[in-house]
Each structure stands twice: as structure tokens, then as C-alpha cells.
């Protein structure tokens, strides 16, 4: 990561640039250098990009779930003072700021979901019983993506190393259980924040139909799609990403 981990009362987050906050949101096994590049890009365009560590892996086991990350978000934000923020989560994340947006609209001024999930889950938590076999880790990791070669050996490690972990695996499990749990399909239609979909044409944890589903019962959402991609196009697709993120922010005045 090229930005310093700040650690402040409970809350350990990076933070560069100076304005309108954006709050990013990891995955369940995403590190903060996954979004090196919209930090990069967006800190040098305006904003203040945010990104606390979500505590994943250290709430305990009857707390670790979509609902109580949200409102861990929450008392964030209030730590931090910001009032109006744009959220932009991937994956897991995506989930958490969509629920976030669903207790605290007010806090919300507009939110970016990629490949998240809320509507369908399919492989956030399953198929981790050959976890101990490094080649089925590895392959799980580079069928996260379309080009397997951005799975990287630290990706992969990373990966590895998680599943292996069994208080982390239980919490894996436990946050898939919640995510099914904490379907938004009812929610949405109520929310009435501005919500930019940005999908990987070729993602297979959450595939296209799902953020057509996320785009039709969004009452004030757009959709744009990255070909040659997967669930994690901030990732794969950096530039791709951050001009339809930044063009879609200058047109709704944000």
C-alpha cells in the first residue's frame, strides 16, 4: 500500500487528498492496496478518499455480521465528523454500503457498488474444503478475476493464509450466512441515493444479471459496464474504472 495506515481510537483507516469524502469499502478478503488506484486517482481530483479497515476478522463471532459492519461504518463517519459521503464499495463492501445507506440515508450522498453482494451470493463462502490443497486456493483466486494473471502469488498468499486460519474461515462462513441473510431486494426500491453500477462483464461470483437486478430495482441508479472483466474492476481495470467513475460524479454534480 503506498498510503500510511492512520490507527485512531478503535478505527485503523488511510486517508489521502482533501474535500468531498469518498469512503471506500474492501471485500471480505480484499487488502487496501486493491484500490491503490482510485485513491491515487480521486485524492488528485478533490476528494478526500477514505478507507478504514472493516473489522472483518476481529468483531466477535455473534457480532460478525453485514448489519453491525454498517453500523461500525457509521460510528466512523460520526468519528470523523464527515456529514454527506460518497461510499464506494466492491463485493462485500458494496453490501455494507448499501445497508449503511438503507439505516443512515441521510449521511449518504451518493454510493458506488461493484461486483457487490446484497442480492446474490454464490461463492463468498463455499467451496474451502480442499482449503489445505494451494492450487485450489490458487485457482478460486484467479477465477475472481478475467485475466487469472492478476491473481498474484501475494493475492494468492493472501488468500491461502485466510482460509487456512480457522477463526477466520468460521467468520467467512458466518458473514456468507449473513449476507443471504441480509438479501436487499426489498430495500432498494426505497432508496432514493444516486448509485453508480460499474460490473465486470464477465464476473462469475456476481454475475451480470445481478447487477442488472441491483440497476432495475434502484430508483436513481446508472449501470456501466467493463468488458474483460471480472468481480473486481477497480482492480483490473483501473483506468477504465475511474473514468466512468469520475465522469458519472462530474454529471451528477458530486
Not at 77 to 101: A, R
Amino acid at each position: 500500500m503506498t498510503h500510511r495506515l492512520k490507527k485512531e481510537k478503535n478505527f485503523s483507516y488511510m486517508e489521502v487528498g482533501e474535500g468531498q469524502p469518498i469512503i471506500v469499502l474492501h471485500g471480505l478478503m480484499g487488502g487496501l492496496s486493491n484500490f491503490d488506484a482510485v485513491s491515487n486517482y480521486f485524492s488528485a481530483k478533490g476528494y478526500k478518499v477514505v478507507i478504514p479497515v472493516l473489522p472483518i476478522y476481529s468483531m466477535s463471532l455473534l457480532k460478525t455480521n453485514v448489519k453491525n459492519f454498517a453500523n461500525y461504518l457509521h460510528d466512523f463517519i460520526e468519528y470523523k465528523g464527515f456529514d454527506n459521503v460518497i461510499l464506494l464499495g466492491n463485493s462485500l463492501g458494496g453490501h455494507i454500503g448499501l445497508y449503511h445507506t438503507k439505516l443512515f440515508p441521510k449521511k449518504v450522498k451518493a454510493l458506488i457498488i461493484t461486483g457487490s453482494s446484497g442480492l446474490y451470493e454464490s461463492a463468498m463462502g463455499s467451496g474451502y474444503t480442499k482449503r489445505s490443497d494451494y492450487e485450489v486456493i490458487k485457482k478460486k483466486a484467479q477465477d475472481v478475476f478475467y485475466d487469472p494473471a492478476v491473481a498474484t502469488k501475494e493475492i494468492v498468499d493472501e488468500v491461502y493464509e485466510t482460509v487456512n486460519d480457522r477463526n477466520k474461515l468460521i467468520k467467512t462462513l458466518a458473514i456468507a450466512k449473513s449476507a443471504i441473510r441480509h438479501n436487499m431486494a426489498k430495500d432498494l426500491p426505497v432508496m432514493q441515493v444516486p448509485t453508480c453500477i460499474i460490473w465486470g462483464k464477465n464476473d462469475i461470483v456476481t454475475p451480470p444479471e445481478v447487477a442488472v437486478e441491483f440497476h432495475n430495482l434502484l430508483p436513481d441508479s446508472d449501470l456501466f459496464w467493463i468488458d474483460k472483466c471480472g468481480h473486481a474492476a477497480m482492480m483490473e481495470h483501473p483506468d477504465e474504472f475511474n473514468n466512468i467513475l469520475n465522469s458519472w460524479l462530474t454529471a451528477r454534480g458530486l
